[in-house]
């Protein structure tokens, strides 16, 4: 179930010990209770028959998934990168993680989409956005993230090397020419396309809101910052581990001797450290998702207002009706909110 590697790299990092668990354990604390919250809020958009909210429950679930993840990858960095759990654990939580990465940018993609549907061509393609064709794009996705990451479950999950490390869907330098091939395919395919997909709807959405006269000064901007948080989000969350992936394929492609002490291995123990904390950092875009809700749908503020109201009334122990009354008199409903739509001018279209 797992092979040594005897001509392993020297790889080791005191970084791993400190960085990625305290990472992971803030994503934990914070994401869980703010994806479960984001999760509820975009079941209500579904309700309310607006396809986004099911982008938006997808991405939820997906990063529901990866946090789930995060306890027995808390203590693996706590071990210095010693799997305890064998190696049927490291094929389920390996793929549900990694997985997970690649299905939460493609859902960020999806939204962009939606948004510049809406807003640019609200008429011209009524198809794409309903509920069904909605949910039928994310069935869609799922099924070719699983599809495209089952074949590692089907290899050895554990690599063992001669310095005491146990990897878990890890080799340094990496296992072979097919697996370097494969991880080049997950950046283009897994990262650059659909980021180059938000930054194509971000310039959409920015020449549609200038060509708009009636729009709301306050509506562009709220849809700008939307267009715009979204590519930045893959961007600082994703980008460095894809970027260090990607030259760590292509330098084993390339470098010819891939053992101890060749070019593959001077690069690895050189960049370990930096890439470990780079697939860390991955993890804060649990934390970011739930803030573009707000941007997203901003006609479910009120809402989850009125929820976390209730949570922090039954918490203190007050009366839940006193609470509620004098929340929605400091306005806390957003009344004038719930529409969170861009009419724009001459295509009698609602966002």
Same mark, same amino acid.
């Given at each position: 179930m ?13 970084l ?14 914070v994401g ?15 309700r ?28 693996y960095?706590?071990r210095r ?10 094929r389920?939580?390996?793929?549900v ?28 393609f009524p ?55 494969a991880n ?11 980021w ?15 060509? *708009? +006269?009636?729009? @709301? !000064?306050? %509506?562009k #901007?709220?849809v700008?910052r939307?267009?715009?948080? /979204?590519?930045? $989000?893959?961007?600082?969350c ?12 292509v330098?084993f ?62 918490a203190?122990g007050?009366?839940? *009706? +006193?609470w509620? @009354? !004098?929340? %929605?008199? #400091? ?7 719930? /529409?969170?739509? $861009? ?7 609602m966002?």
């Open positions: 797992s092979n040594t590697t005897p001509d392993a790299c020297n790889v080791d990092s005191d791993d010990g400190v960085l990625p668990p305290s990472l992971y354990a803030v994503v934990f604390v869980l209770p703010a994806n479960l919250l984001a999760l509820w809020a975009a079941w209500l958009q579904v309310k028959g607006k396809e986004l909210g099911v982008y938006l429950l997808n991405l939820s679930l997906s990063d529901l998934l990866l946090i789930c993840a995060l306890p027995p990858w808390t203590d960095y706590l990168d010693v799997w305890g759990y064998g190696p049927g654990a490291c389920l939580f390996g793929f993680f990694y997985t997970n990465l690649y299905v939460g940018a493609a859902f960020l993609s999806c939204v962009s989409a939606d948004r510049y549907l809406a807003v640019a061509h609200p008429l011209r198809g794409a956005r309903t509920i069904r064709s909605a949910a039928a794009v994310s069935a869609l996705v799922w099924v070719v993230e699983l599809a495209a990451n089952t074949p590692p479950l089907f290899s050895d999950a554990i690599t063992r090397d001669r310095y005491n490390h146990t990897f878990c869907y890890e080799s340094y330098p990496l296992s072979g020419t097919a697996d370097a091939l080049v395919g997950r950046v283009l395919a897994g990262f650059l396309l659909p180059g997909i938000m930054l194509l709807c971000y310039a959409g959405l920015l020449r549609a809101l200038k060509d *708009s +006269a009636s729009c @709301e !000064r306050r %509506e #901007r709220r700008r939307l267009a715009l948080g /979204l590519p930045c $989000v893959a961007l600082l994703y980008g460095p581990y894809y970027v260090l992936l990607l030259l760590r394929s330098v492609l390339i470098g010819g001797d891939s053992g101890a002490g060749g070019k593959s291995c001077a690069l690895e123990e050189r960049l370990f450290p930096a890439y470990h904390a780079a697939l860390a950092m991955a993890t804060l875009n649990c934390l970011a998702d739930p803030a573009l809700y707000c941007l997203a749908c901003p006609g479910t503020r009120g809402e989850v207002a009125k929820a976390i109201g209730r949570v922090v009334a039954w203190m007050k009366d839940r *009706s +006193a509620l @009354e !004098r929340g %929605e008199g #400091r306005g806390i409903g957003y009344p004038g909110e719930e /529409l969170g739509m $861009v009419e724009m001018a001459g295509r009698g279209a966002v």
